[in-house]
């Protein structure tokens, strides 16, 4: 029973802004891989490629520990964007891949998320849709 619960429950992570990919990440990708867009918060951070998202998800005090969580665009069944509102403190991406695992994608609110999130939108559309 506490298994089938935790299916449901989205992974969460919170990104700040848009910025440039690391070395770490930059190590990770393949050499005919490009990123399209990256974020980050203050020690995670996320990328966007033609073929996947990757996200370095630091762990302990130090944050040496990181944990790199890897989602292929054809693993995704469906996903859903919530852009920054009125009185929203926040946007989101929730993306659901096959075998039911949930993970949400959150950014604090700011002028330049809306265009960014609109971007992320466009990037997986592509991938996910159109097989670009």
């Known amino acids: 029973m506490f298994l089938k619960y935790l299916r449901y429950k989205p992974t969460i992570y919170f990104f700040l802004n848009e ?25 995670d951070e996320m990328v966007l490629t033609e073929k996947r998202i990757l996200i370095a998800d630091r762990k302990g005090f130090s944050g040496k520990k990181i944990r790199y969580i890897i989602i292929p665009y054809r693993s995704i069944t469906f996903f859903k964007v919530g852009t920054v509102g009125g009185l929203d403190l926040d946007a989101e991406i929730l993306l659901n891949l096959s075998g039911n695992v949930k993970i949400q994608l959150r950014f604090l609110r700011s002028q330049e998320i809306k265009e960014s999130i609109h971007k992320a939108y466009e990037i997986i559309t592509q991938s996910f849709i159109c097989n670009c």
Do not use: N, Q
């Open 19 to 43: 910025s440039e990919p690391s070395e770490i990440i930059l190590e990770k990708l393949c050499p005919d891989e490009t990123v399209k867009l990256c974020f980050s918060s203050i020690r």
